[in-house]
């Protein structure tokens, strides 16, 4: 690699890290930058939030946590400030057709939702799919979109679409594009992001051509 093709490397990274792009100055995955992990077990753990409750780790009802005494829970921790208020920096994660021995859906079909909140990161989404991924934890497996069935994510008995949650600083990258962080009161940081990362294209581009005059001089 060539000086001028390090320096604009670096100009990149910085701009990207002013942008809050999750892989800047990483080579790694997007994983990264998500500490979300999730799992469903017996009972959470401290410093894990009790998302909803599993009749079982299979072929299963649903509940939420405050309306149901089923045995398993979907537990999430990883990220200050987690939560499950359905305000604020929050997604949706399924609705309920009931607090309790309840078959669920996609978001807004049942009346009672189920949500991860944050106070303290600027991003929470979740989506559904048949693989979350390296940047999404993997919440629960659900049989359809409607009047639907949950399982587990280990692997056994699992149901083919995912329900999976990302929750950090910055939106995972999207068919190689990165998002800007979508959380309330982030616009400004946005303005500026984006004005750095155009003053870093113009430096760039004034090294490459500095570098490339030198070499003709030379």
Request: charged share 15%; aromatic share 6%; with cysteine.
């Amino acid at each position: 690699m060539t000086r001028a093709t390090a320096f604009v490397t670096l100009l990149i990274a910085l701009a990207a890290l002013a942008l809050g792009v999750p892989w800047a100055l990483s080579t790694g995955s997007a994983s990264a930058t998500n500490g979300l992990a999730c799992d469903v077990k017996t009972s959470c753990d401290v410093g894990e939030v009790e998302v909803f409750r599993m009749s079982a780790t299979a072929n299963a009802h649903a509940g939420t946590p405050s309306g149901s005494s089923y045995d398993y829970v979907v537990c999430c921790g990883g990220v200050d400030g987690l939560g499950t208020s359905c305000s604020g920096v929050h997604h949706g994660v399924l609705s309920l057709s009931a607090t309790d021995n309840a078959h669920v859906a996609s978001l807004g079909q049942y009346p009672t939702e189920v949500c991860l909140s944050a106070d303290t990161v600027e991003t929470v989404r979740c989506v559904y799919g048949a693989d979350c991924g390296a940047a999404y934890a993997c919440l629960a497996t659900i049989s359809g979109t409607t009047n639907a069935h949950v399982a587990d994510c280990d692997g056994l008995d699992d149901y083919a679409t995912k329900v999976c949650c990302y929750a950090g600083p910055a939106p995972p990258p999207v068919g190689g594009i990165a998002e800007l962080p979508d959380a309330s009161g982030s616009s400004g940081r946005k303005y500026i992001a984006l004005a750095t990362l155009a003053a870093a294209a113009v430096i760039a581009l004034t090294a490459g051509g500095w570098y490339a005059r030198r070499r003709r001089l030379g």
